[in-house]
Each structure stands twice: as C-alpha cells, then as structure tokens.
C-alpha cells in the first residue's frame, strides 16, 4: 500500500464466509451483485451503486452467496474517519466506475491518483466555521483504564467513548499520535502488563485469565507473534 495514497483494487467476492480486521481504512463501492456485510455487530449491505467505510480495527464478516464485484480501496489516510458515516455521494460512485476500469485496463496514472479524488469527492462539504481545536487524549489514563478491565477485554468502541470519540475517531487519533492501529495498542498493553505479572511469580495459567487470554496457550503465541 502507498503510504500517502493507498491501493485500489477491484475485486470478486463469492459464496464463501470471510471474517478478518485490519489496521486502514477499507473503502467498498459496489460493482456488481450484493456483497453482505457485518461490520463490528451491524449488518449491511453493499449493492450497485452503494458503499461503505470500514475503520481500522472493526472485524468484519463478509459474504457474497451470488457473487458481488466491488471497488476496494486500502487506505491510511486519517481523513476518511470523517467520511465514515457518510454514504457514497453521486460524485464518487461515477468516480468510482472509471476508477474500476483503471484497475483492470492498468491505467498508472489513474490508480496513482485516484485514492486521492476517491476521497475529495466522498468527503462532506465543509464549513466555513473555524475548526475547534481537538480535545488531547490521555494516553496514560486511558492505558491504566484499559488494563484494569483487562480480563475483560475491553472492545475498541469501549476504549473511544472513554475518551468521547467514536471508535473510527480513536483508531485515526492512535495511528497519528502513538503510530499504530488502535488494536495493536492495546494488545502490546496486555501483553508488556502479562510479562510484569509473570515476573512477579504469577503463573502462566493466571497471567493468562487476568488479561483477558482464554487459555495458556493462546497468551504464549500471542507473546510468541510479538517477539517477546
């Protein structure tokens, strides 16, 4: 993925069930066919002509039982948190089409600038009042309240309104400020949280069920993945 720009694509999807999250944006315009969403316990739908933003962190199932075609774009930029609530407008979905035939007929300079009129003509208009100045997130604050509901796993959306964000919001703000997906920061705060407990002497088994890991082993690979 081009780090100032992202990857368009198009792509096919069939009868079989997919599950997966990620640490960017994913734009869907549909192509063709109905493509059935469930991002993070709510349902949607993606036909001809209609679209969504999945932020990063959210895992969403997908499944196509006819077939769906559907223009993907992979994107880091930050300003689509704003967009996220908001349908595809007229502009992006003609956009979207000849965005489609650059992909497949590989038109370079359409793909390379695309991701960037892609979301010029999805953005809401803006106003002309002057931007309020972003309330600063605690991030120390927020990492002590997250740890003591570790057991619990506390989810992305319970970690954005702690802070009166919306969790597309949160996930924006992480990968700004701290560099990373939202979920990537909470699990190195179980995880470095688990190691302190194991050098204390707790064992693995109760490291394991006070942060929020459903069994020995499932803490010992994650810790495994992340190389510690």
Do not use: N
């Not at 100032?4 to 198009?10: E, F, I, N, T």
């Amino acid at each position: 993925m081009h780090a100032a720009h992202g990857h368009l694509s198009v792509r096919d999807y069939g009868a079989s069930h997919g599950s997966h999250d990620h640490d960017h944006f994913q734009i869907l315009i549909g192509l063709g066919g109905v493509l059935e969403l469930e991002v993070a316990g709510r349902g949607q739908r993606i036909s001809t002509g209609q679209g969504c933003v999945v932020p990063p962190g959210e895992r969403h199932d997908f499944e196509a039982r006819h077939g769906a075609r559907c223009l993907v774009l992979d994107s880091r930029a930050s300003a689509w948190a704003r967009a996220s609530k908001a349908p595809p407008p007229p502009a992006a979905l003609a956009l979207a089409g000849y965005l489609a035939r650059a992909c497949t007929e590989h038109l370079p300079r359409a793909q390379h600038i695309g991701p960037a009129l892609l979301l010029e003509a999805w953005m809401p208009p803006t106003t002309s009042q002057a931007t309020r100045p972003r309330r600063a997130i605690d991030w120390e604050a927020l990492a002590r309240w997250a740890l003591a509901r570790s057991s619990s796993s506390p989810s992305v959306s319970e970690l954005a309104a702690r802070v009166h964000l919306s969790a597309a919001q949160l996930a924006a703000r992480c990968r700004a400020e701290r560099g990373q997906s939202t979920q990537q920061w909470l699990r190195e705060l179980r995880l470095a949280q688990a190691r302190a407990w194991r050098d204390e002497g707790a064992t693995v088994a109760e490291v394991a069920r006070r942060s929020g890991y459903r069994s020995p082993s499932a803490l010992t690979a994650a810790r495994r993945r992340a190389g510690i």
